[in-house]
């Protein structure tokens, strides 16, 4: 009874000596496998600014950019790569030669002209890219006074509610699917939209009413192609009162 024991005891000891090294040996394989292993096969989601190709390039520039250990090691580290125009991004591997990246891009509001570039801001007015290059459906904000301009910074203005009537100007006519390429403030801050490439101007005034004379714009712009209109819309008068008041001046 007692050898038959010993016996199985022995037999445990040899396979624990022998699994041991086994085992030591297998996370070497695979830890071997992960560090020389690279990902190649790339989906990315949520990018409207940037290509997939160009996503790709910001973010794997090195071999080891592309090592899935080293990945995971800075997706926990929440180690991230700055790129314009991206609030956040995210990568997650799939398997060791493939991975997910989800962008989570800032969105321009409107761009400024400055010393030959394009200097985009987003709804906090920081100035998030500079660039020569002009992005499209983007107006250029014109009739701004501002002073220095550094990159990541607010650009600075006399009334930062600027920033949120921009914002609600080119959503609302953007949900028109109206072209806007520039809106031009005066000091008074009173607002002119330039749609179509500026073959229509449109005189919004003030921000009073500004939903309901977007409206009005929206009902009577596509009459004007057809007719091949050109000229300004006086919408500045606008009132609850003079519901309908408008005028154009053609071109």
């Known amino acids: 009874m007692n050898s038959d024991y010993e016996f199985r005891v022995i037999e445990n000891k040899k396979q624990k000596s022998i699994i041991g090294p086994l085992t030591a040996v297998l996370l070497l394989l695979i830890m071997i496998v992960l560090l020389i292993a690279e990902v190649n096969d790339i989906k990315v989601m949520g990018n409207k600014t940037y290509t997939d190709k160009e996503v790709e390039e910001l973010l794997f520039v090195s071999k080891w950019d592309r090592n899935p250990v080293v990945i995971l090691v800075k997706e926990f580290a929440g180690k991230k790569k700055r790129l314009?125009?991206?609030?956040?991004?995210?990568?997650?591997?799939?398997?060791?030669?493939?991975?997910?990246?989800?962008?989570?891009?800032?969105?321009?509001?409107?761009?400024?002209?400055?010393?030959?570039?394009?200097?985009?801001?987003?709804?906090?007015?920081?100035i998030i890219e500079s660039t020569d290059n002009r992005m499209e459906d983007i107006p250029e904000i014109t009739g701004l006074k501002f002073g220095r301009i550094v990159m990541n910074k607010r650009l600075e203005v006399a009334d930062v509610d600027l920033y949120e009537q921009i914002m609600n100007i080119t959503n609302q006519l953007s949900s028109y699917n109206i072209p806007c390429s520039?809106?031009?403030?005066?000091?008074?801050?009173?607002?002119?939209?330039?749609?179509?490439?500026?073959?229509?101007?449109?005189?919004?005034?003030?921000d009073d009413y500004l939903a309901t004379k977007l409206s009005l714009l929206n009902d009577v712009i596509d009459k004007m192609r057809e007719r091949g209109m050109k000229g300004t819309v006086d919408l500045s008068g606008y009132s609850d009162i003079k519901s309908d008041s408008f005028s154009f001046i053609p071109d």
């Open 84 to 126: 314009p125009f991206v609030d956040s991004y995210s990568i997650e591997l799939t398997s060791p030669v493939s991975a997910d990246v989800i962008i989570y891009e800032k969105k321009p509001i409107g761009y400024v002209h400055y010393m030959d570039s394009n200097m985009y801001f987003d709804k906090d007015g920081v």
């Open 182 to 206: 520039q809106i031009y403030f005066d000091s008074s801050r009173n607002v002119t939209v330039y749609v179509d490439g500026g073959d229509i101007r449109v005189k919004i005034g003030q």
